[in-house]
């Protein structure tokens, strides 16, 4: 019942000084105008690990996010309007990849000299991720007692290149190929298309108090929520509305909420 036990060995170690650091100049055109640029770069550290007794050393992964905005104030001040393009490359990705098993290889060959090779799910880097996409964010409060807030995102991140991701679970590992090329396909997890909009109308009542009253919707596209890309892990894109309704102190120190999500 102990199954496989394989003779000590010395793992490759990970040893390395991880850089980071953050570059944003930004330049104020009037009280009501700013403009910026980000740089930031940031290093994950790699794994010192064991694939079936040999040592498989996972290197770190390092990460430049890229970001130009600006941040403006229009309409007399009553409307906030910020926008970003940003661009976020990824190299040497740490993620689950199927990778060449030698034991099991050498083992089987051992009984058939022409067996295939074998591979077996471990934690590898992916030579390139990118994401990129545009940011709006934009308040109004010109009309009285009431805030208007809408935001929205539209990111494209895939995969640049990764040639050997698992194969999804209904594809199996028995027949060749034991691996799939995901490049240019979109990241699990990853809406393209997310937006949210929410109203917000407070009024004071009676001495000291406050009645408000909040709407808020939000959307996402659909997105697939496996990490293999299944056909079965894709998650249909929706909706979700919440209102609130409330009175409390103006100072704050007291509150009652009636929360409805759908």
């Known amino acids: 019942q102990m199954g496989v036990v394989f003779d000590e060995i010395n793992v ?3 040893e390395k000084t991880l850089p980071s650091f953050v570059i944003s100049p930004t330049y104020k055109w009037h009280d009501n105008l700013t403009t910026y640029f980000s740089w930031q770069h940031g290093e994950k550290a790699g794994i010192a690990q064991a694939t079936n007794g040999i040592s498989n050393l996972v290197t770190e992964e ?8 600006l941040k403006s104030l229009l309409l007399n001040n009553t409307l906030v309007f910020n926008l970003a ?3 976020m490359n990824i190299k040497d990705s740490q993620q689950t990849s199927r990778v060449f098993d030698e034991y099991t290889t050498t083992l089987n060959r051992q009984a058939d000299p022409n067996a295939n090779d074998v591979y077996t799910n471990a934690t590898a880097n992916i030579p390139e991720v990118r994401a990129r996409g545009v940011e709006i964010d934009r308040v109004y409060s ?6 208007i807030r809408v935001a929205g995102a539209i990111t494209d991140a895939e995969y640049i290149d ?6 999804p679970s209904e594809n199996g590992y028995t027949g060749a190929p034991q691996y799939q090329d995901v490049s240019g396909e979109t990241l699990p997890g990853a809406s393209k298309y997310s937006f949210n909009i929410g109203v917000d109308y407070r009024v004071p009542v009676f001495d000291g108090k406050e009645f408000h009253t909040n709407l808020n919707a939000q959307y996402n596209s659909k997105f697939n929520s496996d990490n293999s890309l299944s056909t079965y892990g894709w998650v249909d894109g929706r909706t979700l509305v919440d209102f609130g309704i409330g ?3 103006s100072n704050q120190t007291f509150d009652v909420n009636l929360v409805v999500k759908n």
Do not use: R, W
């Open 12 to 14: 490759e170690p990970f």
């Open 62 to 69: 390092k990460n430049d996010a890229y970001e130009l905005g």
């Open 85 to 87: 393009l940003f661009e």
């Open 142 to 147: 010109g009309i009285p007692n009431t805030s």
């Open 162 to 167: 990764f040639t050997n991701s698992p194969q």
């Open 247 to 249: 009175i409390g102190n």
